[in-house]
């Protein structure tokens, strides 16, 4: 699957996620139709703490619409660390850092190697 953009309103609601969270992170599930990034999906027994955020893998929907996953950086680094590049195969191949403090311009696409991806903002 590629992914082509993100829904406008979604991103709206995951800058705000983010600062409804903070100064804990939160993670997420991303879902796509039609290669575009257009629904949340919160996962069970999801835990959100001031340096990390995890979940739970046997939450993870049997769906072939997952295209990856967001999580906050409260400190605002938009750049995955380590952890988060270990994370990012696991939970699909697209993959959105949102950065303290929540503006429309704080938040980047990673591939599920680390490395940087565009994305246009539709709708």
């Given at each position: 699957?590629?992914?082509?953009?993100?829904?406008?309103?979604?991103?709206?609601?995951?800058?705000?996620?983010?600062?409804?969270?903070h100064p804990n992170e939160f993670v997420a599930l991303i879902r796509e139709r039609d290669g575009i990034m257009d629904?949340?999906?919160?996962?069970?027994?999801?835990v959100g703490r001031e340096d990390s955020a995890s979940l739970?893998?046997?939450?993870?929907?049997?769906?072939t619409h997952v295209?990856?996953?967001?999580?906050s950086h409260p400190n605002g680094v938009?750049?995955?660390?380590?952890?988060?590049?270990?994370?990012?195969?696991?939970?699909?191949?697209?993959?959105?850092i949102i950065g303290y403090p929540y503006r429309k311009q704080d938040w980047r696409c990673f591939t599920a190697d680390g490395k940087p991806c565009k994305l246009e903002v539709v709708g």
């Open positions: 699957m590629i992914i082509r953009g993100i829904q406008k309103d979604l991103l709206c609601l995951l800058l705000q996620m983010g600062r409804e969270s629904e949340v999906n919160l996962l069970p027994g999801t739970m893998y046997d939450m993870m929907p049997l769906d295209a990856g996953s967001v999580h938009l750049l995955p660390s380590d952890a988060d590049v270990s994370f990012f195969p696991r939970t699909g191949r697209y993959h959105l």
